[in-house]
T-cell receptor, first 112, second 113 residues
Framework: KQEVTQIPAALSVPEGENLVLNCSFTDSAIYNLQWFRQDPGKGLTSLLLIQSSQREQTSGRLNASLDKSSGRSTLYIAASQPGDSATYLCAVEVTGGFKTIFGAGTRLFVKA | NAGVTQTPKFQVLKTGQSMTLQCAQDMNHNSMYWYRQDPGMGLRLIYYSASEGTTDKGEVPNGYNVSRLNKREFSLRLESAAPSQTSVYFC????????????FGPGTRLTVL
């Protein structure tokens, strides 16, 4: 059974710092891995989607990598800003049914 | 372009009552999903619909039913609500499973007393 784990559960950094959020998954049989952002009381917003054949995706200050063989993904945020404060979730879409399994998220707080 | 809309935003039920959560998307997406989110946990898939006319169980389908009314609409029904179904419910859609990102609605906060 696919399990997705995110470490750390919470992170507090000063503004301007570069940071890395980690995601691991137990089964490499995936179509893709997605990173989402969730603000308090809101829905999820997609940040990056990496197909299983890809190694990384970039969008602005965000860079996500995927190592399917080791079951790991990282989300790198450059030059963090207070507006980046949110919960970040990773999710894998598994083969053999197209189900999406989410991690519990990392709550990020960027201090001004 | 409203994206994914959900109604209602908030709902309080008594144990044993029934209700239907509505979801609609205007992006001409084939696939639609229902998730629940509980404190300290990620989202868990309840049901999904790969295309109009098909539905499949997710991780936690017990106590729920779904209807893919047409390509735009996907509803979730609680026939006899239980306190364990207190949660935030999210609907999502995507163009094609396995390839496209999922777009989420704003959620329905449900409390069952």
């Amino acid at each position: 059974k696919q399990e997705v784990t995110q470490i750390p559960a919470a992170l507090s950094v000063p503004e301007g710092e570069n940071l890395v959020l980690n995601c691991s998954f137990t089964d490499s049989a995936i179509y893709n891995l997605q990173w989402f952002r969730q603000d308090p009381g809101k829905g999820l917003t997609s940040l990056l989607l990496i197909q299983s054949s890809q190694r990384e995706q970039t969008s602005g200050r965000l860079n996500a990598s995927l190592d399917k063989s080791s079951g790991r993904s990282t989300l790198y945020i450059a030059a963090s800003q207070p507006g980046d404060s949110a919960t970040y979730l990773c999710a894998v879409e598994v083969t053999g049914g197209f189900k999406t399994i989410f991690g519990a998220g990392t709550r990020l707080f960027v201090k001004a | 372009n409203a994206g994914v809309t959900q109604t209602p935003k908030f709902q309080v039920l008594k144990t044993g009552q029934s209700m239907t959560l509505q979801c609609a998307q205007d992006m001409n997406h084939n696939s639609m999903y229902w998730y629940r989110q509980d404190p300290g946990m990620g989202l868990r898939l309840i049901y999904y619909s790969a295309s109009e006319g098909t539905t499949d169980k997710g991780e936690v389908p017990n106590g729920y039913n779904v209807s893919r009314l047409n390509k735009r609409e996907f509803s979730l029904r609680l026939e006899s609500a239980a306190p364990s179904q207190t949660s935030v419910y999210f609907c999502a859609s995507s163009g094609r499973q396995g390839t496209d990102t999922q777009y989420f609605g704003p959620g329905t906060r449900l409390t069952v007393l």
